[in-house]
């Protein structure tokens, strides 16, 4: 997992199309299916709360584990 700066996550791990994104309020998700340009774009986005929310939380199967 590797730390980001945003107001809304708290860290991000990638691995196999398997993205895990930790938030500040404590819950812990994973997505699946996930391709590494997207996760790359939400590593390098200017703002990575805003990328997750038009890229990522509704376009991907996931399951919230924590």
Known sequence: MTFVHSSNLA???YA???L???FRSGSV???FGVPWHVYAGLMS???HGSYFHRHIRMSYPYQRIV
């Open 45 to 47: 986005a200017a703002s």
């Open 29 to 31: 998700y994973v997505y």
């Open 16 to 18: 196999a199309g398997i």
């Open 11 to 13: 860290a991000v791990g």
């Open 20 to 22: 895990k994104v930790a």
